[in-house]
């Protein structure tokens, strides 16, 4: 069974651009978040899609944003890129929402580096 | 507020050495909590989740609400063993987890 996909698995950018990222949950899973590692900080919770839904969201600014496509497949846009963006972003998928207990499986995921 | 407290960065055990990575909690409800392991160059993988009251390789780790404390333990440290380990916590409906800092476990030969 596939695990967890993120593409790509690095990229480079420049302060104000936009970048997107991918991830293809495990088969069954439907939803998907997303959580932030930067240097210092620790893994931060981003997003949390489910159905096709964004069910909540950590506490970072809008341009953070995303979707789930009816694959379950999602994307994560960060828009105006500063700096402090630089982090490895790590896509997870689980089973619906409302099971207790149930784990979240990661990626490996994908490393931005903004200059 | 919702928090977890791993207070070691890092662990250094020898080989055949008992060995206990602290995690402490703060969480209104019933807490839901893990234990994920990060190997060298791996992914971020599930390694225990106190429902279950399972021990994968070795390592156990018990819920004690009255000290707010979910303590990963093994009893014999294996070189294999050396890796960057989270407990994190899923609180209510958000499902959103909650990680700690982390704490390196550097098993010594």
């Known amino acids: 069974e596939a695990g967890v996909t993120q593409s790509p698995t690095h990229l480079i950018k420049t302060r104000g651009q936009q970048v997107t990222l991918r991830c293809s949950p495990i088969?069954?899973?439907?939803?998907v978040y997303w959580y932030q590692q930067a240097l210092g900080l620790g893994l931060q919770f981003l997003l949390w899609?489910?159905?096709?839904?964004?069910?909540n969201r950590g506490n970072f600014p809008p341009r953070f944003s995303g979707r789930q496509f009816p694959n379950y497949s999602s994307e994560l846009n960060v828009n105006a890129l500063e700096l402090e963006d630089s982090a490895l972003y790590l896509c997870?998928?689980?089973?619906?929402?409302?099971?207790?207990?149930?784990?979240?499986?990661f990626g490996d995921g994908t490393r931005l580096s903004i200059l | 507020a919702q928090r977890v407290t791993q207070p070691e960065k890092l662990l250094s055990v020898f080989k055949g050495a008992p060995v206990e990575l602290k995690c402490n909690y703060s969480?209104?409800?019933?807490?839901?909590l893990f234990w994920y392991v990060q190997y060298s160059r791996q992914r971020l993988q599930l390694l225990l989740r106190h429902i279950s009251r399972e021990s994968i390789k070795g390592f156990t780790a018990d819920l004690n609400k009255g000290e707010t404390s979910f303590h990963l333990k093994k009893p014999f440290a294996q070189e294999e063993d050396s890796a960057m380990y989270y407990c994190?916590?899923?609180?209510?409906?958000?499902?959103?987890?909650?990680f700690g800092t982390g704490t390196l476990l550097a098993v010594q030969p």
């Open positions: 994190a916590l899923k609180g209510g409906a958000t499902n959103k987890l909650i």
């Open positions: 899609y489910d159905e096709g839904e964004e069910r």
């Open positions: 969480y209104s409800g019933s807490p839901e």
């Open positions: 088969s069954g899973h439907t939803s």
């Open positions: 997870a998928s689980g089973v619906a929402r409302g099971s207790s207990n149930q784990p979240q499986h």
